[in-house]
T-cell receptor
Framework: GDSVTQMEGPVTLSEEAFLTINCTYTATGYPSLFWYVQYPGEGLQLLLKATKADDKGSNKGFEATYRKETTSFHLEKGSVQVSDSAVYFCALGGNAGKSTFGDGTTLTVKP | NAGVTQTPKFQVLKTGQSMTLQCAQDMNHNSMYWYRQDPGMGLRLIYYSASEGTTDKGEVPNGYNVSRLNKREFSLRLESAAPSQTSVYFC????????????FGSGTQLSVL
């Protein structure tokens, strides 16, 4: 079945550092790929999305490119801020909206 | 601008007690979902409702029941709570169809003693 493997955390960075969170997937067909973010005490919210191979999703300085050849969707940001501290989830879209989520990666950004 | 609303936010139960988690969405979405979130295990789908009047099991349905009361509301019931059901529960909705993004509620933190 479908599965998502995320880079294990936690990840701790200094402000303005470069961020990469790795995500690889196994899927039948060609699902959409998502990154969701969860701030403390809140539900998940969509960060960015890509619907087909070579698409790049971007939002709030974050980017991820749908790589079919490596089955990857790594999340990147050039300069993180303290406010980016959160848990990040990679997810596969599925039938009837049933998404498959990775385990989540906790990011802490220190001033 | 409410989106997906879940109640309660926190709940403590004793083993064997029952309770219902409520969820409502105001986006006219067709599909609704219940997930549980456990440390190191990501989100796992408990039940979903692809459309009003239908419900189906997800990955971890044992010990739970659901009701799609109408298009807006989707409740999750624990008939006899067990400590293994201690978790954070999230309700979500989507427009329906394949590969749709999900909109989440803020969660219910449930402890079963």
């Amino acid at each position: 079945g479908d599965s998502v493997t995320q880079m294990e955390g936690p990840v701790t960075l200094s402000e303005e550092a470069f961020l990469t969170i790795n995500c690889t997937y196994t899927a039948t067909g060609y699902p959409s790929l998502f990154w969701y973010v969860q701030y403390p005490g809140e539900g998940l919210q969509l960060l960015l999305k890509a619907t087909k191979a070579d698409d790049k999703g971007s939002n709030k300085g974050f980017e991820a490119t749908y790589r079919k050849e490596t089955t990857s969707f790594h999340l990147e940001k050039g300069s993180v801020q303290v406010s980016d501290s959160a848990v990040y989830f990679c997810a596969l879209g599925g039938n009837a909206g049933k998404s498959t989520f990775g385990d989540g990666t906790t990011l802490t950004v220190k001033p | 601008n409410a989106g997906v609303t879940q109640t309660p936010k926190f709940q403590v139960l004793k083993t064997g007690q029952s309770m219902t988690l409520q969820c409502a969405q105001d986006m006219n979405h067709n599909s609704m979902y219940w997930y549980r979130q456990d440390p190191g295990m990501g989100l796992r789908l408990i039940y979903y409702s692809a459309s009003e009047g239908t419900t189906d099991k997800g990955e971890v349905p044992n010990g739970y029941n659901v009701s799609r009361l109408n298009k807006r509301e989707f409740s999750l019931r624990l008939e006899s709570a067990a400590p293994s059901q201690t978790s954070v529960y999230f309700c979500a909705s989507s427009e329906g169809g394949n590969n749709e993004k999900l909109f989440f509620g803020s969660g219910t933190q449930l402890s079963v003693l």
